[in-house]
Nanobody, 119 residues
Protein backbone atom coordinates (compact mmCIF):
# COMPACT_ATOMS: atom_id res chain seq x y z
CA UNK A 1 0.00 0.00 0.00
CA UNK A 2 1.21 3.48 -0.86
CA UNK A 3 0.08 6.67 0.83
CA UNK A 4 0.34 9.96 -1.00
CA UNK A 5 0.20 13.24 0.93
CA UNK A 6 0.05 16.57 -0.88
CA UNK A 7 1.04 19.97 0.44
CA UNK A 8 1.70 23.45 -0.87
CA UNK A 9 -1.74 24.60 -1.90
CA UNK A 10 -3.11 27.99 -1.00
CA UNK A 11 -4.56 31.29 -2.17
CA UNK A 12 -2.58 33.29 -4.70
CA UNK A 13 -3.24 36.15 -7.09
CA UNK A 14 -3.31 35.74 -10.87
CA UNK A 15 0.18 35.62 -12.30
CA UNK A 16 1.77 34.27 -9.15
CA UNK A 17 3.36 30.86 -8.59
CA UNK A 18 2.89 27.87 -6.32
CA UNK A 19 4.80 24.65 -5.84
CA UNK A 20 2.91 21.55 -4.81
CA UNK A 21 4.65 18.62 -3.17
CA UNK A 22 3.57 15.02 -2.76
CA UNK A 23 5.29 12.58 -0.43
CA UNK A 24 4.89 8.85 -1.07
CA UNK A 25 5.17 6.53 1.90
CA UNK A 26 3.82 3.37 3.45
CA UNK A 27 5.56 0.59 1.63
CA UNK A 28 8.75 -0.37 -0.05
CA UNK A 29 7.39 0.82 -3.37
CA UNK A 30 9.50 3.77 -4.33
CA UNK A 31 8.15 6.17 -6.90
CA UNK A 32 11.15 5.11 -8.96
CA UNK A 33 9.39 1.80 -9.57
CA UNK A 34 6.02 3.27 -10.41
CA UNK A 35 4.78 3.07 -14.00
CA UNK A 36 3.93 6.74 -13.69
CA UNK A 37 3.20 9.52 -11.27
CA UNK A 38 1.33 12.73 -11.82
CA UNK A 39 -1.08 15.42 -10.80
CA UNK A 40 -4.78 15.80 -11.46
CA UNK A 41 -7.19 18.56 -10.53
CA UNK A 42 -10.91 18.89 -10.03
CA UNK A 43 -12.77 22.17 -10.06
CA UNK A 44 -16.29 22.52 -8.62
CA UNK A 45 -18.84 21.02 -10.96
CA UNK A 46 -16.20 19.60 -13.28
CA UNK A 47 -14.62 16.21 -13.81
CA UNK A 48 -11.15 15.40 -12.55
CA UNK A 49 -8.57 16.13 -15.25
CA UNK A 50 -4.92 15.33 -15.80
CA UNK A 51 -2.58 18.25 -15.18
CA UNK A 52 0.84 16.66 -15.50
CA UNK A 53 2.27 13.18 -15.75
CA UNK A 54 5.74 11.67 -15.79
CA UNK A 55 6.53 8.08 -16.62
CA UNK A 56 9.21 5.91 -15.07
CA UNK A 57 11.36 6.71 -18.10
CA UNK A 58 11.01 10.43 -17.54
CA UNK A 59 8.57 11.26 -20.32
CA UNK A 60 6.29 14.12 -19.33
CA UNK A 61 2.84 15.04 -20.56
CA UNK A 62 0.80 18.18 -20.05
CA UNK A 63 -2.54 19.29 -21.44
CA UNK A 64 -2.52 22.45 -23.54
CA UNK A 65 -4.20 24.38 -20.75
CA UNK A 66 -1.06 24.24 -18.56
CA UNK A 67 1.73 23.55 -21.05
CA UNK A 68 4.53 26.04 -20.63
CA UNK A 69 3.30 27.12 -17.20
CA UNK A 70 3.39 23.91 -15.13
CA UNK A 71 6.34 21.59 -14.61
CA UNK A 72 6.32 18.18 -12.96
CA UNK A 73 9.43 16.77 -11.33
CA UNK A 74 10.39 14.09 -8.84
CA UNK A 75 13.06 13.32 -6.29
CA UNK A 76 13.68 9.59 -5.96
CA UNK A 77 15.84 10.00 -2.86
CA UNK A 78 13.02 11.80 -1.03
CA UNK A 79 10.25 9.80 -2.71
CA UNK A 80 8.55 13.07 -3.59
CA UNK A 81 6.74 14.46 -6.62
CA UNK A 82 6.44 18.17 -7.33
CA UNK A 83 4.31 20.44 -9.45
CA UNK A 84 5.69 23.90 -10.13
CA UNK A 85 2.87 26.16 -11.26
CA UNK A 86 3.72 29.54 -12.75
CA UNK A 87 1.59 32.31 -14.22
CA UNK A 88 -1.45 31.00 -12.41
CA UNK A 89 -4.88 31.90 -13.72
CA UNK A 90 -8.29 31.95 -12.01
CA UNK A 91 -9.26 28.92 -14.10
CA UNK A 92 -6.48 26.95 -12.39
CA UNK A 93 -8.53 27.05 -9.20
CA UNK A 94 -9.23 23.47 -8.14
CA UNK A 95 -8.36 20.71 -5.72
CA UNK A 96 -5.11 19.17 -6.89
CA UNK A 97 -4.50 15.46 -6.39
CA UNK A 98 -1.30 13.48 -6.50
CA UNK A 99 -1.56 10.19 -8.39
CA UNK A 100 0.62 7.13 -8.84
CA UNK A 101 0.20 3.89 -10.73
CA UNK A 102 2.32 0.82 -10.20
CA UNK A 103 3.37 -1.73 -12.80
CA UNK A 104 0.34 -3.92 -12.00
CA UNK A 105 -2.01 -1.04 -12.78
CA UNK A 106 -2.96 -0.32 -9.19
CA UNK A 107 -3.66 3.37 -8.70
CA UNK A 108 -3.07 5.50 -5.62
CA UNK A 109 -4.47 8.94 -4.84
CA UNK A 110 -3.69 11.62 -2.32
CA UNK A 111 -6.34 13.46 -0.35
CA UNK A 112 -5.96 16.64 -2.39
CA UNK A 113 -4.81 20.18 -1.75
CA UNK A 114 -6.81 23.30 -2.58
CA UNK A 115 -5.39 25.87 -4.98
CA UNK A 116 -7.30 29.12 -5.32
CA UNK A 117 -6.28 31.82 -7.78
CA UNK A 118 -8.13 35.05 -7.17
CA UNK A 119 -7.52 38.75 -7.00
Amino acid sequence: QVQLVESGGGLVQPGESLRLSCVASGSSQSIAYMYGVGWYRQAPGKERELVADITSGGTTMYPDSVKGRFTISRDFAKNEIYLQMNSLKPEDTAVYYCHAQNLRGVEYWGQGTQVTVSS
